[in-house]
């Protein structure tokens, strides 16, 4: 027996996961220490070309260049990049606040294995109006992110937080994205992130993408032309996606979410976003000629000629679409089943056209057209209709309560500043649950959404 108990511990030992003896390790340009990364005066000068699975990779601010993360595998042994606050920078020695001030600033990230949290730390408190100055970490030029090898192999479980990801910009003839993966990539999270400028997509996703969550982030500004057509997100494939709590500015081509060139997409939970085209947009006469203006649809799944693609099951609720321009505003599935539509704000926007096969209900209108919804339960205001806080501050809190909302369950009944919708006995429609005086404290998202 005693030999039996040696045996099992022994076995036990074994099986302790090799990230047990996890460090820190230190980097910032700069440095003039001995360069092993053991401290902020001893740190690398830039982040080492192979990553020890299980450690914390601090940065300072400064400038990174281009990296490629391709560290192999060791089960689950993840790798964190974080960036260094005056409140979380690991040892103290050799540390200045100055280190923690500035952002940690790259020009493109390729990364082709899994296991990587990527972890700015600190972002703006004005997010959704698109302030970016204070993510700890900032990926800017064309093509920033690639999630792909184009071999096949890409990169899986990878979380992205307070990170500012910036294409080249919009009408350059790039067509570049800002998120870049061809292999299916799975089990990926960018939460509090921003995502913007780029020429084509700010997501082109292709093959069966799995288990994305987008949450809590600004997203903004893309290009579509003839030329190079673009949308805010391209897939062919997807399967169990929530997309939640974003705001979403500027939008142009097919739709803000778009499904193309064949494929089946399901299991999509979008919920509490704001989606707006600004007054600057709509006034935008400098923007050069023949770009695809406005959108087709807020979500548009396409089943015609060229497109052979089918979506099931998408539960859009609590949404804010405002001042969408083009030719529809609404949900456009022509294909698939399981669709539901409720207790989303249409305000000042082209004609919904909202076609599927499922059930809309709860839903409010005002200055759009509200074609494809014949349910008793929606409301089409006609006088009183100024319910938000600020379009021109970009504030899209509720000045006054709206409900008339159907009632949900998690993870549905809070919204984007975590006030829980109904507390007052008033579900309210849009992306915000109505708040005394206009304000709310605002707390962290939730790190934990999944579809189950």
């Known amino acids: 027996m005693k030999n039996r108990i040696l045996l099992s511990v022994a076995l036990t030992a074994c099986l302790i996961p090799v990230f047990a003896n996890a460090a820190n390790q230190y980097v910032r340009p700069g440095a003039t220490g001995r360069n092993d990364g053991s401290d902020w005066a001893n740190a690398y000068t830039k982040l080492p070309a192979t990553l020890k699975r299980g450690d914390t990779y601090y940065l300072a601010g400064g400038s990174y260049g281009n990296y490629v993360f391709d560290d192999a595998n060791s089960g689950t042994a993840t790798i964190t990049i974080k960036k260094a606050t005056e409140a979380d920078h690991g040892t103290g020695t050799g540390w200045s606040p100055t280190f923690g001030s500035t952002q940690a600033v790259f020009n493109n990230w390729q990364i082709y294995t899994d296991y990587y949290v990527f972890e700015g730390q600190t972002r703006n408190s004005n997010w959704q109006t698109g302030a970016t100055s204070q993510y700890g970490i900032k990926v800017a030029g064309t093509r920033p992110v690639r999630l792909d090898n184009g071999s096949g192999t890409g990169g899986d479980y990878l979380t992205f937080r307070h990170i500012d990801f910036q294409g080249g910009g919009r009408d350059t003839g790039a ?26 997509t700010i997501f082109l996703m292709r093959g069966n993408w799995r288990n994305l969550t987008v949450d809590h982030n600004y997203i ?29 500015e500027d939008i142009e ?38 770009h695809n203006y406005g959108v087709s649809g807020f979500v548009f799944v396409a089943n015609d000629a060229t497109n052979n693609n089918t979506g099931n099951n998408f539960q859009v609720y609590n949404n804010t679409f405002v001042n969408l321009k083009g030719t529809w505003s609404g949900v456009v599935i022509q294909k698939g089943t399981g669709h539901e539509v409720r207790n989303n704000i249409w305000y000042g926007s082209v004609r919904t056209n909202n076609s599927f096969s499922g059930t809309m209900s ?48 998690a993870p549905y009944n809070v919204d984007m500043y975590g006030s829980t919708r109904g507390k007052d006995g008033t579900w309210d429609r849009g992306a915000f649950e109505f708040s005394v005086g206009g304000t709310v404290a605002t707390v962290q998202p939730p790190t934990n959404l999944s579809v189950n």
Request: charged content about 15%.
């Open 175 to 200: 067509g570049d994205d800002v998120i870049y993966g061809l292999s299916g990539n799975s089990y990926i999270t960018f939460q509090n992130c921003a995502l913007h400028d780029s020429d084509r």
């Open 253 to 290: 081509g097919t739709a803000f979410i778009a499904g193309l060139n064949g494929g089946t997409v399901a299991n999509w939970k979008i919920f509490g976003n704001v989606a707006v085209h600004s007054a600057a947009y709509a006034a935008d006469t400098g923007r050069k000629p023949g």
């Open 362 to 409: 709860n839903n409010w209108y005002y200055n759009t057209q509200a074609d494809g919804d014949s349910s008793a339960t929606k409301t089409v205001c006609a006088s009183g209709c100024d319910v938000f806080s600020s379009i021109v501050s970009k504030d899209f809190r509720l000045k006054t309560p709206l409900g008339g909302g159907m009632s949900l369950a």
């Open 220 to 248: 903004a500004r893309n290009t579509s032309t003839p030329a190079i057509h673009g949308e805010m997100l391209s897939m062919t494939e997807s399967t169990d996606v929530v997309w939640s709590n974003n705001v979403m």
